[in-house]
């Protein structure tokens, strides 16, 4: 199965003094979770949680892959 890594979650360091998807500051040099499938950072509890069910997605489609 081909991966679309260009989609895939992934932090970053922002470049520039802005907000995040729900309003909250994002200072120059902090590290952000970039979303390209929405171009779209998060920030703080919200990034960790949804990197953590990224991780946990790509797990089980890893193993579900691996059985073929």
Not at 19 to 38: C, S
């Amino acid at each position: 199965m081909k991966r679309y890594k260009n989609l895939d979650p992934r932090w970053i360091k922002a470049k520039f003094n802005s907000k995040d998807a729900n309003g909250n500051q994002v200072k120059k040099g902090q590290e952000v979770l970039y979303l390209p499938a929405t171009k779209k950072v998060l920030t703080g509890t919200d990034a960790q949680e949804s990197w953590q069910a990224f991780l946990e997605s790509k797990q089980d489609e890893e193993f579900y892959n691996s059985q073929f």
